[in-house]
C-alpha cells in the first residue's frame, strides 16, 4: 500500500469509496451531484492551500484525508477521512491523519477541526483516540440524507 498526493483523476475511485462507506449506514445517499469537488478532487484542495492524500493498494483506493488551514488563525481542518471497511482497523486511518496533521502543523496550525456525521459511530470512536474532543455543537446539511454533523477539535502542542 502506498500513500500518495491525490489527482484529478482519482475523483470516480474516491466516490466509489465514499458510496461504499455510505452503503453501511441506513438513510446515508451517496448523491453525485452533492460532491462536485470529485469531479477535480486535487485542485479543489489545492485550491483551498490544502492537500488531498489517498492510500493505494493493488491499483484501488483503499482510504484518503484532505487537510486544509481554515479562515482562523492556527486552525486546520480535515475533510474526507474515509478508510474501506477492508482496511479498518490495519493502521491506514493512523498513516493518513499523520500525513495531514503533518500538513497541517507545517502551515501553523494549533488546532485541528473536522465534521462528521453523527451515524459514523467508529469513525467517532478512532477520532477520540487520536485526541479530538467533541465539541457541544452540530450541523444540519439539508442533502439527500437528511444529514446532521458533529464536530471533532483536536489543539496540538
Partial sequence: MILRPAT???????AALIAATFAEYPGCLFIDEEFSELKAPASHYERQGGRLVVAESAGRIVGSL????????????LFKVYAS????????????????E????????????????TRFLRGHRFYE?????PEP????????????EFCFRKRLN
Avoid at 484529478?8 to 474516491?14: F, I, N, S, T, V
Avoid at 490495519?90 to 491523519?97: D, R, T, V
Avoid at 455543537?137 to 446532521?148: F, H, K, Q, T
Fill in 8 to 14: 484529478d483523476a482519482d475523483g470516480p475511485a474516491l
Fill in 66 to 77: 484532505a487537510a486544509v488551514m481554515t479562515g482562523h488563525a492556527g486552525r486546520g481542518e
Fill in 85 to 100: 471497511a477492508d482496511r479498518r482497523g490495519s493502521g491506514l486511518a493512523q498513516a493518513l491523519y499523520g500525513e495531514g
Fill in 102 to 117: 503533518a500538513l497541517l502543523r507545517q502551515r501553523g496550525a494549533d488546532t485541528i477541526i473536522l465534521w462528521s456525521d
Fill in 129 to 133: 483516540k487520536l485526541g479530538f474532543v
Fill in 137 to 148: 455543537v452540530e450541523r444540519y446539511l439539508a442533502d439527500a440524507s437528511a444529514s446532521w
